[in-house]
């Protein structure tokens, strides 16, 4: 089909619940009136692209005869619902929340229709899993009794959109004869045939397709999405072939693999092999994504052992490139378009000729762990590369490799790093880098020694991300930082914790604060009280910043130390109390206000009664040590003596006299870290000054 008016409106027919398994048996009257709609807005959006009836034509096609009974009075709703809908949310496949319940029931076969979809359990069988492809929506399971190997007698080819899950039993296995999944629809009428395939394993495929093989597990030319399976054990090519692409997966339309494994694929005895684990070319508008996964163990008798992008950008995250080996160049990634690598581990590939770990480019390299397994070729060679905030143990070759700071190279000194942070030369044993192993999470880690120069070498503000977004955890899905900074590479070190126990009060009453929210600043760690205004938490041994909020009181931040299991008690000062102090002050307060809190220690009898405070900007104030403290006890209850001024420009130095008879008087400003944190809601320059008269 080439229309390009339904081209444009399919996308947004195939990302609706109610197409996801449902439909009327031969021409429903209600399906039809559903692809009049779609169309007829369709065109209003893009006029001078087809025809409606051919539009309406071909949405029945594809739609009309899909096994489920419809709900009417719904369908009505869901067109008047679509002929609101935007020209951009029709392309980008938006729908009215009344279209999930137009299927109402499944036909026989199709399974129990679940919030618009239907769904079954299918027999654990090749059969079962080719009629739940046939069905199309899902998810579907199948009734498989623990762990199963289904041996296929031929490819399974999947034509319409479907979730299977096989639950992590269910096995495909291609006999080493064919290949055993085929997606392969972007649709020839411009929209996305869209699979994912939960606890499932395809191995032993084999595709010896002539002049050019792809896929020996899976080809996909749809919107593949692949969560917790495992592609293992594939081959392509052989004798006589030209070309061999994607040992485990060839790619050419959407692909996302999370906590999934690609491992054990090859290609073999074609000259232009690549790809050994994933071979990938895609146009701009589709997305390769790899989370939480591991390609380790492929292998190519071309390029890119683990992973080959001809063409596409590419995002590697939290994932583990090992093991691979490709006789020429990039032993685990060889690409010639963006690959972004962050919090990911590259270790012991090897290649025949140019790039050991990573070929090509060009690679942003964002909190990774590099390592390289002694072969042929650096461990990164190609041009065009951003690194940042990364451990390689290995080398580097080629050109423009650029440093984003806070790198290490160990041994040498071959990548040019030499922002702020680097570290290059890095004598291994300094490095302390523990081998490739289970270190906990997902993956596979290099983990950090202690005393490695690696631990805490980035301040928290440049712990992001390649867009700037804040690094929250390693690869592992561990906090960090775990100490005043984070770790280099993909891996940070824990740091020892306690768990901690405590109380939020509201200051004044003493009454507890049900529901407030204490966390450690910074990071994810965090609960609430429960109604006694008591909380538990694990958090970090050392000093702590604890962030105590709930609405109505003013947040505040507490510095404490931790060092074993302690009780803290905090208390919280609710709104009312600081409309009291701008109803005083006749001011209204904001964060452009600056608090000066001056502390006046006087021992009775040594003089020194008064001292005088001077700031820019505002009057000589004067007070006395032995004054009754009234507004500071509405703000900071038991602060002692000690008074606050606002509208006061902290950017300038603070001036204080003190005055005494029989007594020295000294005043000081004091640390930042020790201010009152319970005004950091409102104010941002917050300051403390002690006088103290002796003898």
């Not at 899976?218 to 006589?240: F, H, K, M, P, Q």
């Not at 905030?389 to 000194?413: H, K, M, Q, W």
Request: hydrophobic share 35%; charged share 20%; proline share 4%.
């Amino acid at each position: 089909m080439t229309n390009c008016l339904f081209g444009m409106i399919v996308p947004f027919v195939f990302a609706a619940a109610l197409l996801a398994g449902c439909g009327g048996q031969g021409v429903n009257p209600a399906w039809e009136a559903l692809c009049e709609a779609i169309c007829a807005r369709a065109q209003q959006c893009v006029p001078e692209d087809g025809s409606v009836a051919q539009c309406v034509s071909e949405c029945l096609a594809e739609i009309g005869g899909l096994p489920c009974d419809v709900n009417t009075a719904s369908v009505g709703a869901c067109v008047a619902g679509i002929d609101e809908l935007s020209c951009e949310g029709l392309e980008q496949g938006e729908l009215p929340s009344v279209c999930d319940n137009v299927c109402t029931s499944c036909a026989e076969g199709a399974g129990a229709c679940v919030e618009g979809s239907c769904e079954a359990e299918f027999p654990c069988t090749e059969q079962g899993v080719r009629d739940a492809v046939t069905v199309t929506g899902g998810p579907h399971t199948f009734s498989c009794d623990g762990p199963t190997t289904i041996t296929t007698e031929a490819e399974i080819v999947i034509e319409s959109s479907v979730i299977l899950d096989g639950e992590g039993d269910l096995t495909l296995d291609g006999n080493d004869s064919h290949r055993v999944l085929d997606l392969p629809g972007w649709t020839n009428v411009g929209g996305p045939l869209t699979v994912e395939l939960r606890g499932m394993r395809i191995t032993s495929g084999r595709n010896e397709e002539s002049p050019v093989a792809c896929g020996g597990g899976i080809r996909n030319e749809g919107a593949l999405t692949l969560v917790d399976c495992s592609v293992s054990e594939n081959t392509v090519g052989g004798e006589g072939r030209d070309s061999a692409y994607g040992g485990g997966i060839c790619n050419s339309g959407a692909l996302a693999l999370v906590r999934s494994t690609v491992s054990g694929n090859r290609t073999e005895k074609g000259p232009s092999d690549a790809g050994g684990g994933i071979w990938s070319l895609v146009n701009t508008d589709r997305e390769v994504t790899l989370t939480d996964s591991m390609v380790s163990g492929n292998s190519t008798v071309g390029e890119g052992g683990g992973i080959y992008i001809h063409q596409g950008e590419v995002s590697v995250t939290n994932t583990t490139v090992a093991g691979n080996q490709a006789s020429a160049d990039g032993g685990g990634i060889s690409t010639r378009d963006d690959v972004i690598l962050t919090t990911s581990t590259v270790s012991g590939n090897t290649a025949g000729i140019l790039g050991s770990g990573l070929f090509g480019g060009p690679f942003t390299i964002v909190s990774s762990t590099i390592w390289d397994a002694g072969t042929s070729g650096a461990t990164l060679e190609g041009g065009g590369w951003t690194v940042t905030a990364t451990v390689l143990r290995g080398d580097c070759a080629g050109f423009g490799i650029v440093s984003g700071g806070y790198n290490i190279e160990s041994p040498g000194d071959t990548c040019g790093f030499d922002q702020t942070g680097d570290q290059p030369g890095v004598d291994v044993e300094r490095l302390k880098l523990g081998p490739l192993a289970d270190n906990g999470g997902a993956t596979m880690t290099h983990a950090l020694e202690t005393g490695s120069v690696a631990i805490d070498r980035i301040p928290a503000e440049d712990c992001v991300d390649a867009k700037g977004e804040p690094l929250t955890t390693d690869q592992r899905g561990v906090l960090r930082p775990q100490g005043p900074a984070c770790d280099a590479g993909a891996f940070e070190l824990e740091a020892a914790s306690v768990s901690v126990t405590g109380t939020v009060i509201y200051a004044g009453s003493g009454a507890p604060a049900e529901n407030a929210t204490v966390s450690v600043l910074g990071t994810p760690i965090g609960t609430v009280t429960d109604a006694t205004g008591e909380f538990t938490l694990d958090v970090p041994v050392g000093s702590v910043f604890f962030q105590i909020s709930k609405e109505g009181t003013w947040s505040q931040i507490e510095l404490e130390t931790v060092l074993g299991i302690s009780d803290f008690s905090f208390e919280l000062v609710e709104d009312s109390l600081v409309a009291d102090l701008e109803q005083l002050l006749m001011i209204e307060l904001d964060e452009t206000h600056g608090v000066v809190d001056v502390i006046f220690d006087a021992p009775s009898g040594l003089g020194g009664e008064t001292a005088t405070l001077s700031v820019p900007y505002d009057s000589s104030l004067a007070f006395g040590a032995d004054e009754e403290p009234t507004l500071s006890d509405q703000l900071l209850p038991g602060g002692g003596e000690d008074l606050v001024f606002v509208g006061v420009d902290l950017t300038e130095e603070l001036t204080v006299n003190p005055m005494g008879v029989d007594g020295v008087n000294t005043c000081a400003l004091e640390d930042p870290a020790t201010v009152y944190p319970v005004l950091a809601k409102h104010f941002t320059r917050v300051r403390r000054v002690r006088c103290v008269s002796v003898p």
